[in-house]
């Protein structure tokens, strides 16, 4: 929320449904989701801020050989720290 605020307040342009294809010389190349049409976003610098996934944890490995496993936070799905204290008091009251 905070930074729809501020890109509003500093005009900085938002573009939707368009994914990067390539970083050149010129900038970033981007590409329409829904038209595949490319066009490039001039730029001296491109910082790719894309989101995060799951490492694969060892858990299978450990449930494997008989130990009680319970993954939370981050290794479990990708939150915030809210998500993770709250998972981690869920695991805590089954034990
Ligand atoms: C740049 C950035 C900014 C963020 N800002 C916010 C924010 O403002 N507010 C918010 O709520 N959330 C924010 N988050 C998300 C938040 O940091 C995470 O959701 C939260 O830290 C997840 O907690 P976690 O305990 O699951 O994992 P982590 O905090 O990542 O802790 C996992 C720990 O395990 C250690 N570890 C990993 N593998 C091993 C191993 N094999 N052996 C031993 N130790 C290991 C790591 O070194 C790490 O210390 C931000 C995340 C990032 C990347």
């Not at 573009?15 to 010389?25: E, Q, Y």
């Amino acid at each position: 929320m905070y930074l729809r605020d501020a890109f509003a307040y500093h005009g900085t342009p938002v573009h939707t449904l368009t994914r990067i294809a390539a970083v050149t010389d010129e900038g970033a190349v981007v590409e329409d989701a829904t038209t595949g049409e490319r066009r490039t976003i001039a730029a001296d610098s491109v910082v790719i801020a894309v989101g995060f996934a799951p490492v694969p944890s060892m858990a299978e490995e450990l449930r494997g050989r008989g130990y009680g496993v319970f993954e939370v936070g981050d290794g479990r799905q990708v939150g915030n720290i809210m998500t993770s204290i709250w998972d981690a008091y869920e695991v805590a009251h089954t034990l």
